[in-house]
């Protein structure tokens, strides 16, 4: 599959995976973080080492993160973001089954509550740094098929500047972006 292809996250247990609070923080430090072990983590999210292991281990066996083999030594375990596509869109209600349906509800939940403390944290950001804290707020009146179209063209753009680690030029930053739309009441 090639990098730029959307793959549709529509593996009940792979959402799951992903649906766990502490494994989508250990997840979002390897991202901007990099590798790390389990103690890391675990003094980091203020969680035993037993803890973290298994968490791991979960995120490992659905293909989220791999062992560093060359780092890895005894019982200290090295862990990275592996390389999953970076495209990776979730079914819509209607393409999971019923019995699946409310994990991709709780998956939801624990990404939105994730933005809201990011939403929180903006002020103070855009305080301290305005040129790397952005914020932009906007209606549109679109059809269906031009809302399809400007989500594609954003998920393009967000890809291009969305590098690998070792592609990221000295003086850039990770930032959050975060992307949705809702529809208007119509009173």
């Not at 791991?56 to 990275?80: A, C, D, H, N, V």
């Not at 209606?139 to 680690?165: C, S, W």
């Amino acid at each position: 599959m090639k990098d730029e292809e959307p793959y549709l996250l529509d593996d009940p247990e792979r959402l799951k995976a992903l649906a766990h609070p502490m494994r989508r923080r250990m997840l979002t430090h390897l991202n901007v973080h990099g590798p790390a072990t389990s103690t890391t983590l675990g003094d980091l999210l203020g969680a035993k080492t037993g803890t973290t292991s298994y968490h791991l281990r979960q995120l490992e066996k659905y293909g989220f993160i791999e062992e560093i083999p060359e780092r890895s030594t005894g019982r200290e375990r090295w862990w990275r973001r592996a390389s999953t596509p970076r495209d990776m869109r979730l079914p819509t209600p209607d393409q999971v089954a019923p019995e699946d349906q409310a994990v991709l509800e709780e998956f939801h939940r624990v990404g939105y509550e994730e933005d809201r403390v990011l939403f929180e944290r903006f002020p103070a950001a855009y305080r301290a740094d305005p040129a790397w804290a952005r914020g932009s707020r906007g209606l549109a009146r679109v059809t269906k098929e031009e809302l399809d179209a400007f989500y594609e063209e954003y998920i393009a753009l967000l890809m291009r500047y969305n590098r690998p680690p070792e592609e990221t030029p000295p003086d850039a930053r990770p930032v959050y972006v975060r992307f949705f739309t809702l529809p208007a009441d119509e009173d």
